[in-house]
């Protein structure tokens, strides 16, 4: 047997070159064999360029051998040199792309991610002629061409020109792309025009592509987007995916061609499948901020989640942005993308986990992260966001509490234009937080948020108004609560209603102000509801009525106001509207005092002291609830505080204690200091 294979492959020697090639090609068709493999071999060597060429693409293609790109470049190189077309195709792909595709793939999809450009020297600077990285010591004799083949734009541009210029349409498009790009030589469009249209005129879809790309601005060229339609179009056709991609694009948004969304869906639908992210984000994006189709958030999610997994970094910087307009969810997830991201060095990832770290939002609230996020994402901070971070540093939240840092943040926040932050800066300056208190300024910053339309700001410059006393101070305050009442200020409705019942700064106009006070009442504000009950039961038109007031004030008891709890508390004591019911009526003088109502205190404290033989714990109560009412200043309470010293009554007797509280009830009454 043996000696039949010895005749067979002696008598290929005799053959000529393209016979022996044919017949070593028919041969490995049939099935790999070392004595085929060994046959291309040798005719490689003796300088055949077709047989270099296919021994280029079994090392390629790992075709009964192990890849080994370093010696497909090299077997390439001999054919290429020798003029081999294919060969200096497959060089151009090889050193244009890293790493390389599989044989069918002719072009780019994406910027290269590194490699020389025009002007940055020779195209090798170490390593052999083809490029391969040298390697130290005994490695060399195993792998004489090397491990690896980088990629060099220089080499690229120089086998791309040779194939391109003997018609290859494959190199025609990839020497567009490097004229285009500046990759290996100085950009130049008109260069890259003439090689895509070149390349487009033998249908190549690439060709198409960059000429669809280099119209529709691409390139840094003057975009003619109809005719960039034209060329995606094209390409489109033959199913390649960024032209695609690239049509749905414009199609989205009406661009160089009819606006079209369901047709761009369908473009994006196409490349997607392909696996291409970039389709499924523009999908994501689509869907979920509703252009041009019906709002689909959930839609929107599971595109941008299928970009994201592939590495998509936008897709999964807006799948966080999703996540959060959810109040529901928690954040934990959306935080952990945006910090994946951020630590990638995604500007705008940064800024959106600097928010999260303000925001408390799927991680601790904490100021200095907040600030360590947003000064690496170099992007200004919105104004929300430094109002949250001024709250932080306000109440003391992961940092020192400092109201001056906490001024000078809302200080940058009224300055991009902000509304709250004036409205807070004139709440630091009224009472002093951080800054001088000066209330000048802080009417100042309320006029200006008022002005600006904050009903809460017009409220706060009228009561400041009114805290100041005069008549045109009261007339002013009137006319704060008038402006914040017409915005729907429910408080400033309760308060004008009140000057109105009262003829404080504004003529005494009771119909009107029962109008006014019921408006807001019915709003559900406490505060309003106690007002206007109190209005009705004082007869303010007329006859008092504690009929109609009672389910007002009722209302307003059971939302906590402790005016109105006190007040049924005078109506079960007193057998106002119905039985006496002392039980009722201690209840709701109970919750009004735990407010701090100073009417219900005292009542109570006297009421425990009326008991004939109080217990001892009663008399402790009682002196608590003296003790409650002198500390809000009321003289009264201070005298009987002073008593319970004295006597011991409800608490151990001091003497000492018992003469200050004398003096401060004495002081009190008197009008003293």
């Not at 299928?306 to 997830?333: F, K, N, Q, S, T």
Request: aromatic share 6%.
């Amino acid at each position: 047997m043996f000696g039949k294979l010895g005749s067979a492959l002696a008598a290929l020697v005799h053959r000529d070159p393209e016979s022996r090639l044919a017949a070593i090609d028919q041969s490995l068709s049939a099935g790999w064999s070392q004595a085929s493999f060994e046959a291309l071999k040798a005719l490689a060597l003796t300088g055949h360029h077709g047989a270099q060429y296919r021994l280029g693409r079994i090392y390629e293609t790992a075709d009964g051998v192990v890849q080994s790109l370093p010696d497909a470049v090299y077997w390439y190189r001999q054919a290429a040199e020798g003029g081999d077309v294919a060969a200096q195709v497959r060089l151009g792909l090889i050193y244009f792309i890293e790493p390389p595709g599989p044989a069918s793939l002719t072009g780019v999809e994406e910027a290269p991610r590194e490699g020389r450009r025009d002007g940055e020297g020779e195209s090798q600077s170490e390593g052999d002629a083809a490029g391969h990285a040298p390697l130290p010591g005994a490695l060399a004799q195993f792998f004489p061409h090397g491990v690896t083949v980088r990629q060099d734009f220089a080499e690229a541009l120089k086998w791309n020109r040779l194939a391109a210029e003997a018609g290859s349409a494959d190199a025609q498009a990839r020497l567009g792309h490097q004229y285009a790009l500046g990759l290996g030589v100085a950009a130049d469009p008109a260069a890259a025009e003439r090689w895509f249209a070149a390349a487009a005129e033998q249908s190549s879809a690439e060709g198409e592509l960059g000429l669809g790309l280099l119209y529709a601005g691409s390139y840094d060229t003057p975009p003619d987007l109809p005719r960039a339609a034209q060329w995606l179009e094209r390409a489109a056709a033959q199913d390649h995916k960024i032209a695609q991609y690239g049509l749905g694009k414009l199609k989205v948004h009406g661009e160089g061609t009819p606006k079209d969304p369901a047709a761009a869906i369908r473009l994006l639908e196409r490349s997607a499948a392909q696996d291409y992210a970039p389709a499924m984000y523009l999908l994501g994006m689509i869907h979920w901020q509703g252009t041009g189709v019906p709002v689909n958030a959930d839609r929107g999610e599971t595109w941008l989640r299928r970009a994201g997994i592939r590495g998509h970094g936008e897709a999964r910087c807006a799948l966080a942005e999703l996540l959060l307009e959810r109040p529901e969810d928690d954040g934990v997830e959306a935080a952990a993308l945006l910090r994946e991201q951020a630590e990638e060095g995604n500007p705008r990832a940064a800024a959106a986990l600097a928010d999260c770290y303000a925001f408390g939002r799927g991680v601790p609230r904490d100021a200095k992260e907040a600030a360590r996020w947003r000064a690496i994402s170099e992007v200004p901070e919105r104004p929300e966001t430094l109002i949250m971070l001024a709250s932080l540093h306000a109440e003391g939240i992961s940092v020192e509490q400092d109201y001056a840092a906490a001024a000078e943040l809302l200080r940058e926040a009224a300055r991009q234009g902000s509304v709250d932050a004036l409205y807070n800066l004139g709440s630091l300056y009224r009472y002093g937080k951080g800054v001088p208190k000066d209330l000048q300024t802080a009417a100042a910053y309320y006029r200006k948020a008022s002005r600006r339309g904050s009903s809460e700001a017009a409220f706060q410059l009228g009561l400041l108004h009114a805290e100041e006393g005069g008549l045109q101070k009261h007339r002013a305050a009137a006319a704060c609560f008038a402006h914040a009442a017409k915005q729907g200020h429910e408080r400033a409705r309760a308060n004008l209603g009140l000057l109105l019942a009262q003829g404080v700064g504004v003529e005494r106009n009771p119909r009107l102000a029962l109008e006014v006070l019921e408006q807001a009442a019915r709003s559900g504000d406490a505060e309003a509801q106690t007002a206007f009950g109190f209005q009705l039961a004082a007869g303010l038109t007329g006859t008092p009525d504690l009929a109609a007031a009672h389910p007002w004030l009722a209302r307003a008891a059971e939302a906590g106001d402790p005016g109105a709890q006190a007040w049924l508390g005078d109506c079960h004591r007193l057998g106002l509207l119905g039985a006496v019911d002392a039980a009722a009526a201690e209840a709701w003088y109970r919750r009004a005092a735990s407010q701090g109502h100073l009417g219900s205190i005292v009542l109570l404290a006297t009421a425990i002291e009326a008991i004939e033989e109080p217990a001892p714990e009663q008399l402790s109560e009682a002196f608590g609830l003296w003790l409650a009412a002198a500390s809000a200043g009321d003289p009264v309470a201070q005298s009987r505080v002073a008593r319970c010293y004295r006597d011991g009554r409800g608490c151990e007797a001091d003497l000492e204690m018992a003469l200050q509280w004398m003096r401060r009830a004495e002081a009190g009454v008197t009008g003293g200091g």
